[in-house]
T-cell receptor
Framework: DVKVTQSSRYLVKRTGEKVFLECVQD?????MFWYRQDPGLGLRLIYF???????EKGDIPEGYSVSREKKERFSLILESASTNQTSMYLC??????????FGQGTRLTVV | QKEVEQDPGPLSVPEGAIVSLNCTYS??????FMWYRQYSRKGPELLMY????GNKEDGRFTAQVDKSSKYISLFIRDSQPSDSATYLC????????????FGIGTKLQVIP
């Protein structure tokens, strides 16, 4: 069974903290993504990666960075967490655009 | 105007009803159209995808694409309480890697 695993289901962090969200996939997919999902705004792409050590900005990259040192692992970094980054974060991987596999999501609250 | 418009609902139907979920889009370059289902506190999972115009059926689910009207639909026959979820439409330019644009999702509740 294919799997995308996010390291935490729920996180509470303080404003200004550096936050790491980890994602691991076991399907040998080249493409990996980080989205955030907010009510009324849907899924918005933060960053994606189509190969190891490669990264591309999505629609809302400000305040975030990513790291992909190994094919199976894609990390999202909030350099200095702010309250407007409170959201559900979803990691996904895919071979082709027509089928993405999502993790369970990390609900991040910044206080 | 958003590239993809989807009514967020919520939509409540009785068990056994036929459900129609819809999205409209503005970019005529979209070629592939997907429907994802997302249960509460879970990530989305792909239900089905369709290439260009036409219908595709999978069990109780039928996806329809009308490119001339820039309108896509997902029909659920004999709806079950287990179908209660948020349904997201999504679309992209090609089947390789291209950016995928998602609708905001329609929340569906099937009442027993």
């Amino acid at each position: 069974d294919v799997k995308v695993t996010q390291s935490s289901r729920y996180l509470v962090k303080r404003t200004g903290e550096k936050v790491f969200l980890e994602c691991v996939q076991d399907m040998d997919h080249e493409n990996m993504f980080w989205y955030r999902q907010d009510p009324g705004l849907g899924l918005r792409l933060i960053y994606f990666s189509y190969d190891v050590k490669m990264k591309e900005k999505g629609d809302i990259p400000e305040g975030y960075s990513v790291s992909r040192e190994k094919k199976e692992r894609f990390s999202l970094i909030l350099e200095s967490a702010s309250t407007n980054q409170t959201s559900m974060y979803l990691c996904a991987s895919s071979l082709v655009s027509t089928e993405a596999f999502f993790g369970q999501g990390t609900r991040l609250t910044v206080v | 105007q958003k590239e993809v418009e989807q009514d967020p609902g919520p939509l409540s139907v009785p068990e056994g009803a036929i459900v129609s979920l819809n999205c409209t889009y503005s970019n005529s370059a979209f070629q592939y159209f997907m429907w994802y289902r997302q249960y509460s506190r879970k990530g989305p999972e792909l239900l089905m995808y369709t290439y260009s115009s036409g219908n595709k059926e999978d069990g109780r689910f039928t996806a329809q694409v009308d490119k001339s009207s820039k309108y896509i639909s997902l029909f659920i026959r004999d709806s079950q309480p287990s179908d209660s979820a948020t349904y997201l439409c999504a679309m992209t330019y090609s089947g390789g890697y291209q950016k995928v644009t998602f609708g905001i999702g329609t929340k569906l509740q099937v009442i027993p």
